[in-house]
């Protein structure tokens, strides 16, 4: 057999005893899992740090229905035969899981810490990059102590657990590595803070920290988390129908003493909508409106059709009568307040006016509503741009709205979408374009506070004051309108 072979068998089979001796000193070995009261006990993680010592935990689930606080002690017999103990009380709501916590970074759990003054240690694994050091040759709990709490009582610390702290720890020995220490007895200090702050005085505090937990305490982690997740659905599905029952019975009797016997059948699922509302609503917009400009700096003077382009502000009002009905209706006034505010224009625009929509329900259950619609709008406004040629608007006109649309409400009432087709007719004379004008309207809702509305026409008609007829220039212009509101229902 050739050399290179002969020494990594033998390296191999050292790694192996080795790994093999190591576990066979786990603290974990000995430890056995126990429920106390409805909480689960088992081996936690433990930790190695040259500097700091080595640390030990507990892990702790309640699987009871009520929140608990647990109180005991941690206790670490070392290689030398002296016990190391850690007070510890954790508040732990149903089902809640404390693991414990590391302790050289700190933290909140039934924690404790070997440090190296409490034995002289007996190392084990000597490989050059091994850095095991097991000063610790058991870990128990004792005096563990279970109290219910009620609800107002139970106040649940992040992750789980409480402040652990260590009313007495006491250093029997120093180890030949660290520099003499008198004894010292911590009340009243975290445990990291009773582990570190004697020593890092003396040692460096960059040397490594090694960190690994048993694999048997994953495994009875794991396992027992699924058993008593089972056990404890099973127990609340008991309670929940118990509590059901009461409740349903109290709800009944309460509703037989203020409601009078409904003869017939059961009133439809929109019973509950109130049959006269009121909703108010404010918003944003823009308008692209086709007006009649004059030239007057132009010689002679000009009339033409142009358009004024601006956001406005809108405030309008919804009333809805028979809401629950079959055939419902629903007033809307409105006014909006329009101003240019591009580079060389100026004006001011008013609209204002009222409609009525009445709605036909499509099926006692459909959410098709078909809807015709007519009212009254009035525009008001004057427009001024100012470029190579001055040119101004003014127009004072109303018109009468009227048209047909769908409406479809989704089955929870997230949305609801109504596309319509409408005609706009002037009622002041002249006119100039085609008349009644056709136009697409879209309007959406979401949920109860939001609602859209689209409206296009194209080659809309213009209106305002034409002071030159004789040298008038008419163009095609289109007509849009964007609406965002917000609704408060006040009714």
Request: glycine share 10%.
């Given at each position: 057999?050739?050399v290179?072979l002969?020494?990594?068998?033998s390296?191999?089979?050292?790694?192996?005893?080795?790994?093999?001796?190591?576990?066979?000193?786990?603290?974990?070995?000995e430890?056995?899992?126990?429920?106390?009261?409805?909480?689960?006990?088992?081996?936690?993680c433990?930790?190695?740090?040259?500097?700091?010592?080595?640390?030990?935990?507990?892990?702790?689930?309640?699987?009871?229905?009520?929140?608990?606080?647990?109180?005991?002690?941690?206790?670490?017999?070392?290689?030398?035969?002296?016990?190391?103990?850690?007070?510890?009380?954790?508040?732990?709501?149903?089902?809640?899981?404390?693991?414990?916590?590391?302790?050289?970074?700190?933290?909140?759990?039934?924690?404790?810490?070997?440090?190296?003054?409490?034995?002289?240690?007996?190392?084990?694994?000597?490989?050059?990059?091994?850095?095991?050091?097991?000063?610790?040759?058991?870990v128990?709990?004792?005096?563990?102590?279970?109290?219910?709490?009620?609800?107002?009582?139970?106040?649940?610390?992040?992750?789980?657990?409480?402040?652990?702290?260590?009313?007495?720890?006491?250093?029997?020995?120093?180890?030949?590595?660290?520099?003499?220490?008198?004894?010292?007895?911590?009340?009243?200090?975290?445990?990291?803070?009773?582990?570190?702050?004697?020593?890092?005085a003396?040692?460096?505090?960059?040397?490594?920290?090694?960190?690994?937990?048993s694999?048997?305490?994953?495994?009875?982690?794991?396992?027992?988390?699924q058993?008593?997740?089972?056990?404890?659905?099973?127990?609340?599905?008991?309670?929940?129908?118990?509590?059901?029952?009461?409740?349903n019975?109290?709800k009944?009797?309460?509703?037989?003493?203020?409601?009078?016997?409904?003869?017939?059948?059961?009133?439809?699922?929109?019973?509950a909508?109130p049959?006269?509302?009121?909703?108010?609503?404010?918003g944003?917009?823009?308008?692209k409106?086709?007006?009649?400009?004059?030239?007057?700096?132009?010689?002679?003077?000009?009339?033409?059709?142009?358009?004024?382009?601006?956001?406005?502000?809108?405030?309008?009002?919804?009333l809805?009568?028979?809401?629950n009905?079959?055939?419902?209706?629903?007033?809307?006034?409105?006014?909006?307040?329009?101003?240019?505010?591009?580079?060389?224009?100026q004006?001011?625009?008013?609209?204002?006016?009222?409609k009525?929509?009445?709605l036909?329900?499509?099926?006692?259950?459909?959410?098709?509503?078909?809807?015709?619609?007519?009212?009254?709008?009035?525009?008001?406004?004057?427009?001024?741009?100012?470029?190579?040629?001055?040119?101004?608007?003014?127009?004072?006109?109303?018109?009468?709205h009227?048209?047909?649309?769908?409406?479809?409400?989704?089955?929870?009432?997230?949305?609801?979408?109504?596309?319509?087709?409408?005609?706009?007719?002037?009622?002041?004379?002249?006119?100039?374009?085609?008349?009644?004008?056709?136009?697409?309207?879209?309007?959406?809702?979401?949920?109860?506070?939001?609602?859209?509305?689209?409206?296009?026409?194209?080659?809309?008609?213009?209106?305002?004051?034409?002071?030159?007829?004789?040298?008038?220039?008419?163009?095609?212009?289109?007509?849009?309108?964007?609406?965002?509101?917000?609704?408060?229902?006040?009714?």
């Amino acid at each position: 057999m050739r050399v290179s072979l002969r020494f990594t068998l033998s390296a191999l089979l050292l790694l192996v005893g080795q790994i093999g001796f190591s576990q066979d000193n786990s603290p974990w070995k000995e430890f056995g899992a126990k429920t106390i009261s409805g909480v689960y006990a088992n081996t936690g993680c433990h930790e190695y740090s040259l500097t700091n010592g080595q640390g030990f935990n507990v892990y702790l689930k309640n699987t009871g229905i009520q929140a608990v606080n647990v109180t005991g002690q941690v206790v670490a017999k070392t290689v030398c035969g002296n016990d190391v103990s850690s007070q510890f009380s954790v508040n732990l709501a149903p089902g809640q899981v404390s693991n414990g916590s590391d302790f050289f970074q700190g933290g909140n759990g039934q924690t404790g810490v070997v440090k190296p003054e409490d034995c002289k240690g007996i190392r084990y694994a000597k490989l050059p990059y091994s850095k095991y050091i097991n000063r610790i040759k058991t870990v128990s709990v004792a005096n563990v102590k279970v109290t219910p709490l009620n609800d107002s009582s139970f106040i649940a610390l992040p992750g789980g657990t409480t402040n652990i702290t260590a009313p007495s720890i006491s250093t029997p020995s120093v180890s030949a590595s660290v520099p003499a220490v008198p004894s010292v007895t911590t009340t009243g200090t975290t445990i990291k803070q009773a582990a570190t702050d004697k020593v890092n005085a003396y040692v460096p505090s960059n040397l490594p920290k090694v960190k690994f937990d048993s694999l048997g305490y994953y495994k009875n982690l794991f396992n027992h988390n699924q058993d008593s997740l089972t056990t404890l659905v099973s127990s609340l599905q008991t309670q929940n129908v118990s509590l059901l029952d009461s409740l349903n019975a109290s709800k009944l009797n309460s509703i037989k003493l203020a409601v009078p016997p409904i003869e017939g059948k059961i009133a439809p699922l929109y019973f509950a909508v109130p049959n006269t509302t009121f909703t108010l609503q404010a918003g944003i917009g823009w308008d692209k409106l086709p007006v009649i400009l004059n030239q007057d700096s132009a010689l002679p003077g000009q009339s033409m059709t142009g358009n004024s382009s601006h956001p406005l502000l809108q405030l309008s009002g919804i009333l809805g009568l028979m809401n629950n009905k079959s055939i419902s209706l629903a007033l809307s006034p409105f006014f909006t307040y329009g101003f240019n505010m591009k580079s060389g224009e100026q004006g001011t625009h008013l609209t204002y006016g009222l409609k009525a929509d009445v709605l036909f329900a499509l099926g006692k259950s459909s959410p098709m509503k078909a809807l015709v619609s007519v009212g009254y709008t009035g525009r008001n406004g004057n427009y001024t741009f100012t470029g190579t040629q001055v040119q101004k608007a003014d127009y004072n006109y109303g018109l009468i709205h009227y048209g047909v649309g769908l409406r479809y409400t989704e089955v929870h009432n997230k949305y609801w979408l109504q596309p319509g087709l409408y005609y706009d007719a002037p009622t002041t004379t002249p006119v100039y374009g085609p008349t009644p004008f056709m136009v697409v309207n879209l309007e959406a809702g979401i949920g109860t506070k939001w609602q859209i509305g689209l409206s296009y026409g194209k080659d809309y008609f213009a209106q305002g004051n034409l002071k030159y007829p004789i040298n008038f220039y008419q163009y095609n212009q289109d007509y849009f309108g964007l609406r965002i509101l917000h609704n408060f229902r006040l009714l």
